[in-house]
């Protein structure tokens, strides 16, 4: 067997491609460092050299190397792949006849061929959207993460993907491996057009496509607010004319259809069904690749360059849209009882049957999809930090302080960090968190207006000019920085028209926003939740969720409290700064325990208060100065606070203070070695200091 893999190697080296000995178990090349073959390929002798050592498969290398050679990988046992043929076959079957064809050990197929241009790299084309009953779903022996959604839990599996440059992947005549179809001694050169019709062909498969541009609003027009022109020609607009009169050309019926681009003699360039088109190709300006268009979306793109409100006045020039009803002729509004001439008014049969059910939840337990919550704490407490990770949890659709989130996407709106130290923060949350690229990117994005501030009314226009169902979420921090000028935030009636501004853009966007505030001065402890937030008491009172966080008595510790409005009452509970992470504290502290200002009486007639001597190691940098002067473990610190008549508990809590405000710094523990704390020796704060 290992002679006749070493026989086809040479072939294949023969052949011009870039050949190298492999581990069939770990499917990669056995040398410790085979990248410099991404360059160039081995000689003869070197590769007749490489085969002397132990391996049980070869493997050929993609790209320029190897020709421009290109791979395109059917995995889940192929489950895509007679789907994928039978649409090549009927766009060109000669063209699917001369294709390198094999199959794998576990059921799949590789598709081999060059191209006359350079490949990229390794891309993912089409997934399949699985549903599951949890966290966890098997398919096909392979274990997948679910993630939930409105609809429930589903796992989403790459079916088709392409190893191209920097790939690399095993081939026949390796154990399991076996050709189907032509050989790798006569791979062919397809043209640029034929590999874009054979790309498009698998991206038409992927069940994962993104929101199409320009679609059409889920706000249903009850005749009262009118229907958008856009809406409407999402609705009864004719795409395919559209398509027509900028060159394109319908080249496959059906369920759906096939298009090919201007310039283009054969080929799919686009897909179009169920009223969205959806682009694969490159070269289609100013239509984007992998990208999907609405009606609306596609026409101004062609016809207005992307300017949306000149495409939405044209198209009500030419009919499109219905405006808001006029009002009833004072005569015809005598006729009807007075609060139907003021109000849209429903029965309780029709409320029931036009709202069955709540709204469906963000974060379990306190917040639900349109609604606002308001997040409450001190200055300088972390909830910027704690904030940047709810962020990044409901992106990747995990869990936040211990309660589920559905996934979605994220916005963020930040005036107050400059976005070198949004950077930061964001890569030292990856550190910790569970964390793919490819989702970040999707869903979560950011906009830093620090040194260029705009207000609540200065965005109106950026949230009017958002799709329904663009975002799940969207912060706003500091709320306090998107108030108007001129807005005093103690004016209940200012505010309370703030919130209703965002209760619309959170109706029209159907996105939560969550408002980003601080406290006022002194302490939290006395009072009651709704009462905790700088300002008017109408931003508690306006919001769906009020979320508040107080320090516990207790040093790093904070306690977490709401009101909400659509959901039963929570029960207060501890967190424990962790940096970068707030985290569930499970020591059993109680959330009652708030920190309450000392309160000293003074003896009559002396101006003496009756209190103990002061602490000189009540301060977290007391503590830090005294105990650690030079990098030390954990336990030699609290051995130097036992010295000093300090309980451990008191000093692992003076030293948790230390790290929160950024006195030391942790270097974790490496083998047998402890973590350490050094000192921080700067008197500038870093950029790491909570927010």
Same mark, same amino acid.
Request: aromatic letters at 6%; glycine letters at 8%; charged letters at 25%.
């Given at each position: @067997?290992?002679?006749?893999?070493?026989?086809?190697?040479?072939?294949?080296?023969?052949?011009?491609?870039?050949?190298?000995?492999?581990?069939?178990?770990?499917?990669?090349?056995?040398?410790?460092?085979?990248?410099?073959?991404?360059?160039s390929p081995p000689t003869e002798e070197q590769l007749d050299a490489m085969l002397w050592d132990p391996h049980d498969a070869i493997c050929i290398v993609c790209g320029l190397v190897s020709g421009n050679l290109e791979m395109i990988d059917f995995d889940l046992q192929g489950v895509a792949f007679e789907a994928w043929k039978n649409a090549v076959r009927e766009h060109d079957?000669?063209?699917?006849?001369?294709?390198?064809?094999?199959?794998?050990?576990?059921?799949?197929?590789?598709?081999?061929?060059?191209?006359?241009?350079?490949?990229?790299?390794?891309?993912?084309?089409?997934?399949?959207?699985?549903?599951?009953d949890g966290e966890i779903v098997e398919v096909a022996g392979k274990s997948y993460p679910a993630r939930r959604n409105d609809d429930g839990w589903h796992a989403k599996v790459c079916v088709i993907e392409t190893r191209g440059q920097g790939g690399q992947f095993l081939c026949a005549p390796s154990d399991g491996y076996s050709l189907q179809q032509g050989s790798f001694d006569?791979?062919?050169?397809?043209?640029?057009?034929?590999?874009?019709?054979?790309?498009?062909?698998?991206?038409?498969?992927?069940?994962?496509?993104?929101?199409?541009?320009?679609?059409?609003?889920?706000?249903?027009?009850?005749?009262?607010?009118?229907?958008?022109?856009?809406?409407? *020609?999402?609705?009864?607009?004719?795409?395919?004319?559209?398509?027509?009169?900028?060159?394109?050309?319908?080249?496959?019926?059906?369920?759906?259809?096939?298009?090919?681009?201007?310039?283009?003699?054969?080929?799919?360039?686009?897909?179009?069904?169920?009223?969205?088109?959806?682009?694969?190709?490159?070269?289609?300006?100013?239509?984007?690749?992998?990208?999907?268009?609405?009606?609306?979306?596609?026409?101004?793109?062609?016809?207005?360059?992307?300017?949306?409100?000149?495409?939405?006045?044209?198209?009500?020039?030419?009919?499109?849209?219905?405006?808001?009803?006029?009002? @009833?002729?004072?005569?015809?509004?005598?006729?009807?009882?007075?609060?139907?001439?003021?109000?849209?008014?429903?029965?309780?049969?029709?409320?029931?049957?036009?709202?069955?059910?709540?709204?469906?939840?963000?974060?379990?337990?306190?917040? &639900?999809?349109? !609604?606002?919550?308001?997040?409450?704490?001190?200055?300088?407490?972390?909830?910027?930090?704690?904030?940047?990770?709810?962020?990044?949890?409901?992106?990747?659709?995990?869990?936040?302080?211990? @309660?589920?989130?559905?996934?979605?996407?994220?916005?963020?709106?930040?005036?107050?960090?400059?976005?070198?130290?949004?950077?930061?923060?964001?890569?030292?949350?990856?550190?910790?968190?569970?964390?793919?690229?490819?989702?970040?990117?999707?869903?979560?994005?950011?906009?830093?207006? &620090?040194?260029?501030?705009?207000?609540? !009314?200065?965005?109106?226009?950026?949230?009017?000019?958002?799709?329904?169902?663009?975002?799940?979420?969207?912060?706003?921090?500091?709320?306090?920085?998107?108030?108007?000028?001129?807005?005093?935030?103690?004016?209940?009636?200012?505010?309370?028209?703030?919130?209703?501004?965002?209760?619309?853009?959170?109706?029209?966007?159907?996105?939560? *926003?969550?408002?980003?505030?601080?406290?006022?001065?002194?302490?939290?402890?006395?009072?009651?939740?709704?009462?905790?937030?700088?300002?008017?008491?109408?931003?508690?009172?306006?919001?769906?969720?009020?979320?508040?966080?107080?320090?516990?008595?207790? !040093?790093?510790?904070?306690?977490?409290?709401?009101?909400?409005?659509?959901?039963?009452?929570?029960?207060?509970?501890?967190?424990?700064?962790? *940096?970068?992470?707030?985290?569930?504290?499970?020591?059993?502290?109680?959330?009652?325990?708030?920190?309450?200002?000392?309160?000293?009486?003074?003896?009559?007639?002396?101006?003496?208060?009756?209190?103990?001597?002061?602490?000189?190691?009540?301060?977290?940098?007391? *503590?830090?100065?005294?105990?650690?002067?030079?990098?030390?473990?954990?336990?030699?610190?609290?051995?130097?606070?036992?010295?000093?008549?300090?309980?451990?508990?008191?000093?692992?809590?003076?030293?948790?203070?230390?790290?929160?405000?950024?006195?030391?710094?942790?270097?974790?523990?490496?083998?047998?070695?402890?973590?350490?704390?050094?000192?921080?020796?700067?008197?500038?704060?870093p950029n790491g200091l909570p927010l």
């Amino acid at each position: @067997m290992t002679q006749r893999i070493d026989d086809a190697a040479m072939r294949y080296l023969g052949a011009g491609m870039c050949v190298l000995p492999a581990d069939r178990k770990a499917k990669r090349p056995t040398l410790s460092r085979w990248q410099p073959y991404i360059e160039s390929p081995p000689t003869e002798e070197q590769l007749d050299a490489m085969l002397w050592d132990p391996h049980d498969a070869i493997c050929i290398v993609c790209g320029l190397v190897s020709g421009n050679l290109e791979m395109i990988d059917f995995d889940l046992q192929g489950v895509a792949f007679e789907a994928w043929k039978n649409a090549v076959r009927e766009h060109d079957a000669a063209l699917y006849d001369t294709l390198v064809i094999e199959t794998t050990p576990a059921g799949g197929r590789h598709v081999v061929y060059r191209c006359v241009d350079p490949v990229g790299g390794n891309a993912k084309l089409a997934h399949k959207i699985i549903e599951a009953d949890g966290e966890i779903v098997e398919v096909a022996g392979k274990s997948y993460p679910a993630r939930r959604n409105d609809d429930g839990w589903h796992a989403k599996v790459c079916v088709i993907e392409t190893r191209g440059q920097g790939g690399q992947f095993l081939c026949a005549p390796s154990d399991g491996y076996s050709l189907q179809q032509g050989s790798f001694d006569g791979v062919p050169t397809i043209t640029r057009d034929q590999r874009d019709m054979l790309i498009g062909c698998a991206r038409a498969l992927d069940e994962d496509r993104p929101a199409p541009i320009g679609r059409q609003s889920s706000i249903p027009s009850d005749g009262r607010l009118g229907m958008r022109p856009g809406d409407e *020609f999402n609705a009864r607009g004719d795409m395919r004319a559209l398509l027509v009169k900028h060159g394109w050309r319908k080249i496959r019926d059906g369920e759906n259809e096939h298009w090919c681009r201007p310039g283009k003699e054969h080929g799919t360039s686009a897909t179009l069904k169920d009223g969205n088109l959806f682009v694969f190709t490159s070269s289609a300006a100013p239509l984007e690749p992998n990208q999907s268009y609405s009606a609306f979306g596609l026409y101004g793109t062609l016809e207005h360059a992307g300017d949306w409100s000149s495409a939405t006045k044209a198209l009500g020039a030419q009919g499109y849209g219905s405006p808001a009803m006029r009002p @009833m002729p004072r005569t015809a509004q005598a006729a009807l009882p007075k609060i139907a001439q003021q109000f849209d008014f429903k029965t309780a049969s029709q409320l029931r049957d036009q709202y069955p059910q709540l709204r469906p939840p963000l974060i379990e337990g306190i917040l &639900r999809r349109g !609604e606002t919550m308001n997040i409450i704490a001190s200055p300088k407490v972390g909830k910027s930090w704690m904030v940047n990770d709810l962020a990044i949890c409901v992106a990747m659709g995990q869990p936040w302080l211990g @309660m589920p989130t559905v996934q979605g996407k994220v916005l963020i709106l930040d005036n107050e960090l400059h976005p070198e130290t949004m950077s930061s923060r964001i890569a030292t949350l990856k550190s910790k968190r569970s964390w793919d690229d490819e989702v970040i990117d999707r869903n979560l994005h950011f906009v830093n207006l &620090r040194g260029g501030l705009l207000s609540i !009314e200065d965005l109106d226009g950026s949230f009017v000019a958002l799709e329904p169902d663009s975002y799940s979420m969207i912060v706003l921090d500091a709320y306090y920085r998107f108030l108007p000028v001129g807005v005093d935030e103690n004016d209940n009636g200012a505010i309370a028209n703030i919130y209703n501004l965002i209760d619309r853009h959170a109706r029209s966007i159907n996105a939560s *926003f969550v408002l980003i505030h601080h406290t006022s001065k002194g302490g939290q402890a006395e009072k009651s939740v709704t009462d905790v937030g700088s300002g008017a008491g109408s931003q508690s009172r306006a919001t769906d969720t009020h979320l508040v966080l107080r320090h516990h008595k207790e !040093e790093g510790v904070i306690v977490v409290d709401a009101a909400v409005r659509s959901w039963k009452p929570i029960e207060p509970f501890c967190l424990r700064w962790n *940096f970068p992470l707030w985290e569930r504290d499970t020591t059993g502290l109680d959330p009652a325990d708030l920190r309450r200002p000392e309160r000293k009486k003074r003896e009559r007639g002396t101006g003496v208060t009756d209190t103990d001597p002061p602490d000189p190691y009540g301060t977290a940098d007391a *503590f830090q100065r005294a105990f650690i002067a030079v990098p030390s473990p954990r336990a030699e610190i609290v051995a130097r606070a036992r010295q000093a008549n300090l309980s451990a508990r008191r000093a692992n809590a003076a030293l948790a203070s230390c790290l929160v405000q950024h006195l030391v710094t942790e270097t974790p523990s490496v083998g047998a070695r402890p973590a350490t704390f050094t000192p921080v020796v700067s008197d500038i704060l870093p950029n790491g200091l909570p927010l």
